[in-house]
T-cell receptor, first 114, second 110 residues
């Protein structure tokens, strides 16, 4: 398995609180992605990174920000969590931009916003 | 906006049955179509298809793409309980971004 971990694995938080999810990789891959997965929607891209300090928005980026200060870490922040952000969040990594099919997924973080 | 629709939403079969999962798509600048299997945790890659009519096969699983009609099917023969999972279809556009379908939940009963 690709060396990719996510923390925390489970979190319950209250509406309006900030939340940060961490994705950590040991593969030295350039590309990192944050997805959310909701029933009936499959996986939807939130943000992605193509290098240290290089990030861009995905399909559902509103309410989320990201940071990547080191190759191995990609942080997803919910500045003020809302109940609509209750979801399972997956991080993914890939080595080459033109080989998106080789995205390897982390174990996921289940976030509940009450 | 790229779009992927999978059917059926869910399926219950018995061991030994053959199943066919469907994926239709609309994408600007198609690059590839991918199938993933998701059990309890993260999705794992199954197939990548780029050309019409060429079947990809891995054991009891096979998949084919029709770029004219914009769909793909995933076949599983002689199903086993270990095949129970959510099967995800995704299309990759020229920007190397993936758009996922909602998935098909397959349950294989003994």
């Amino acid at each position: 398995d690709a060396g990719i971990t996510q923390s925390p694995r489970h979190k319950v938080t209250e509406t309006g609180t900030p939340v940060t999810l961490r994705c950590h990789q040991t593969e030295n891959h350039r590309y990192m992605y944050w997805y959310r997965q909701d029933p009936g929607h499959g996986l939807r891209l939130i943000h992605y990174s193509y290098g240290v300090k290089d990030t861009d928005k995905g399909e559902v980026s509103d309410g989320y920000s990201v940071s990547r200060s080191k190759t191995e870490d990609f942080l997803l922040t919910l500045e003020s969590a809302t109940s609509s952000q209750t979801s399972v969040y997956f991080c993914a990594i890939s080595g080459e931009r033109d080989r998106a099919y080789e995205q390897y997924f982390g174990p996921g973080t289940r976030l509940t916003v009450t | 906006e790229d779009k992927v629709v999978q059917s059926p939403l869910s399926l219950v079969v018995h061991e030994g049955d053959t199943v066919t999962l469907n994926c239709s798509y609309e994408v600007t600048n198609f690059r590839s179509l991918l199938w993933y299997k998701q059990e309890k945790k993260a999705p794992t890659f199954l197939f990548m298809l780029t050309s019409s009519g060429i079947e990809k096969k891995s054991g009891r699983l096979s998949s084919i793409l029709d770029k004219k009609e914009l769909f793909s099917i995933l076949n599983i023969t002689a199903t086993q309980t270990g095949d129970s999972a959510i099967y995800l279809c995704a299309v990759e556009n020229a920007g190397n971004m993936l758009t996922f379908g909602g998935g098909t939940r397959l349950m294989v009963k003994p």
